[in-house]
């Protein structure tokens, strides 16, 4: 029996819009060395931030507010003021990310398809699995809370990436490696069997 | 008078023994490179249908070929195939039975070994015929087949006769010997 599971793509849109409103924020972080200290995190950041820690990279956690830290340094402008706090997305970009979301999870289709199939249903992705061992099994593991995640993060990195290279393709090698690692972490989690069940019943013999 | 020597198998114990050592092999095989991900996938035995599909199919062909090595020992009463025996089985039984006429001086202990040995060279037949779908496993092909012979050795050496049951000496034929020169 087939196991499956369900993503809600409005969830990956806004995350995907979160990440790059964070590199937004970088690049119009206008102040200079002496101020780079200031920088807090958002709320937003903080929902990323979650986002990498729910996926088992508690590390980034410390990393993340020193590589902030270090990007606002780097970032001047000509007059040194700060315009971060007005930079949004605009529709087009809205649109492009939409469009990049889609091309990311049509490259997973692609990548994938061997033993998964994606079903899109009013707005959510349901994916099942081939194989009945995927979750579950003789040692009961639940696979599906790190699919979800692996499959967001992959499809954020993606759009981030793909959106970053048009204007600022330095800061899009970051997300460039997040792709490569989702993907190879997506990999691992779906051709993975789980060890079979022990129902082990002993032969019988008789002589009558 | 013959006897009647019933040896009940379960699927289940069969098809797991066989996805273990699949999955065992692939595990291993894992651990040297972790980005054979996808292969050991597709070495590890079931539970993709197709999958399952060959299994079963080499369960009947296994269990066809164990009738054909114990012709001489099918019961003749029977009229049903044995590997029909396998359609028997259903969500809730999940054994199968197989029976076969062994002359009287069978040694009924070894009834239980017989069955193992059965259950066994299904598992080692299926294996083998599993590498043998798997590329670059011709090795574990001759390994399990080699195994398989083997198994039906043993069964074989299970089925001999035990020794005749001794007489008393009153069964012996009598005879005497007279000493006629003292006449």
């Not at chain 2, 008078?1 to 095989?29: P, Q, R």
Request: charged letters at 20%; a neutral charge; proline letters at 2%.
């Amino acid at each position: 029996m087939a196991k499956s599971t369900t993503i809600t793509l409005s969830d990956i849109k806004n995350k995907a819009k979160k990440h790059l409103s964070i590199i937004g924020r970088r690049f119009n972080r206008k102040d200079g060395d002496k101020n780079y200290q200031i920088i807090t995190l958002t709320s937003n950041e903080i929902d990323v931030l979650d986002d990498y820690i729910n996926g088992g990279a508690a590390y980034l956690k410390m990393l993340f507010p020193e590589q902030l830290s270090i990007i606002g340094r780097r970032v001047k402008d000509n007059t040194g003021k700060s315009l971060y706090s007005s930079i949004q997305l605009t529709t087009n970009e809205d649109n492009i990310v939409e469009t990049y979301m889609n091309g990311a999870i049509d490259f997973l289709v692609g990548q994938l398809a061997d033993v998964v199939t994606f079903t899109l249903i009013n707005g959510s992705y349901n994916v099942t699995f081939a194989n009945s061992r995927w979750t579950g099994g003789e040692n009961k593991a639940d696979f599906t809370p790190s699919f979800n995640d692996a499959f967001t993060r992959f499809v954020v990195a993606y759009t981030v990436s793909q959106v970053l290279s048009m204007y600022a393709p330095e800061y899009a090698k970051k997300y460039d490696a997040d792709v490569t690692n989702c993907l190879v972490s997506l990999k691992q989690l779906v051709f993975t069997k789980q060890p079979p069940e022990n129902t082990y019943t002993a032969p019988s013999g008789s002589c009558e | 008078m013959a006897k009647k020597l019933i040896c009940t198998l379960n699927v289940d114990a069969i098809y797991n023994a066989v996805k273990s050592e699949t999955y065992i092999s692939g595990k291993t095989e894992l651990q040297a490179n972790a980005a054979n991900s996808a292969k050991v996938y597709n070495e590890q035995a079931g539970d993709d249908a197709y999958h399952e599909e060959k299994l079963k199919r080499t369960l009947r062909h296994s269990l066809g070929k164990l009738m054909a090595f114990m012709v001489d020992f099918v019961d003749s009463a029977v009229d049903t195939p044995m590997t029909d025996t396998l359609n028997a089985i259903s969500t809730t039984n999940r054994n199968f039975a197989v029976t076969f006429m062994v002359n009287t001086r069978f040694n009924g202990g070894l009834a239980g070994t017989i069955a193992s040995l059965m259950q066994e060279y299904l598992i080692e037949n299926m294996i083998s015929l599993w590498w043998a779908a798997v590329a670059d496993r011709k090795n574990d092909v001759t390994l399990y087949t080699q195994m398989a012979v083997d198994t039906l050795n043993m069964i074989r050496k299970c089925l001999s006769k035990k020794a005749p049951v001794t007489t008393s000496a009153t069964d012996e034929a009598a005879g005497s010997i007279s000493d006629e020169s003292s006449t």
